[in-house]
């Protein structure tokens, strides 16, 4: 299993800054991913961070309010650009178990939670 | 679309009583599906998956869920429930393609009272 890390775990922000989450695996993967839990809700995914290629955003996420960055195998950043209240929550960085499996079990980071006031 | 519905936002179990988490999905096909955990301040933890086969899966920490096709149901069952099983309980589905993407359900909060 892959162990995840995020920094920082939690932080507290005004509006109109950014904010840049790191997370770290500790083995390479191809693909990670980026979720969003707003508070009292389930997980969204926000965009696949792809090494060596530009970052895939899913519906209702862009490029210029969470750039992705992907510079290893090991290692990714989201930043959320221009704060607002309403982008306080949990966001959680993963990777799958590349078992050659599809869609096989998906290991999480512990999260980071924001709030911005 | 795919959809997946956890009808219970909230369960209140007591200390040793079974617990049930109901899991529905929408999907054009079988799915693979999944129970994950997350404890407070904590990440998701995966308890138990179902790709094929035996469809009662058998999971870490003593729960169990059973696949129902005819019903498109996912439920997760623990006989006996620890204090230390309240938790936020999250119902994912995933495609059977390489793209990785899982939908998550609402999730159930479980509360354990003494």
């Known amino acids: 299993s892959a162990v995840i890390s995020q920094k920082p775990s939690r932080d507290i922000c005004q509006r109109g800054t950014s904010l840049t989450i790191q997370c770290q695996v500790d083995?390479?993967?191809?693909?990670m991913f980026w979720y969003r839990q707003q508070p009292g809700q389930s997980l969204t995914l926000i965009a696949t961070?792809?090494?060596?290629?530009?970052?895939?955003?899913e519906s209702g996420f862009v490029i210029d309010k969470f750039p992705i960055s992907r510079p290893n195998l090991t290692f990714s950043t989201l930043t959320v650009s221009n704060m607002s209240p309403e982008d306080s929550s949990i966001y959680l960085c993963?990777?799958?178990?590349?078992?050659?499996?599809?869609?096989?079990?998906?290991?999480f980071g512990p999260g980071t939670r924001l709030t911005v006031l | 679309a795919q959809s997946v519905t956890q009808p219970d936002i909230h369960i209140t179990v007591s200390e040793g009583a079974s617990l049930e988490l109901r899991c529905n999905y929408s999907?054009?096909?079988?799915?693979?599906l999944f129970w994950y955990v997350q404890s407070p301040g904590q990440g998701l933890q995966l308890l138990l998956k179902?790709?094929?086969?035996?469809?009662l899966v058998q999971g870490i920490k003593g729960f169990e869920a059973e696949f129902k096709r005819s019903q498109s149901s996912f439920n997760l069952r623990k006989p006996s429930v620890h204090w230390s099983d309240a938790a936020e309980y999250f119902c994912a589905v995933g495609p059977r393609s390489n793209d990785y993407k899982l939908s998550f359900g609402a999730g159930t909060t479980v509360t354990v009272r003494a």
């Open positions: 083995s390479q993967v191809t693909m």
């Open positions: 999907y054009g096909a079988t799915p693979y």
């Open positions: 179902y790709f094929s086969g035996d469809t």
């Open positions: 993963s990777v799958p178990q590349e078992t050659g499996v599809p869609s096989d079990t998906q290991y």
């Open positions: 961070a792809n090494q060596g290629s530009e970052a895939t955003y």
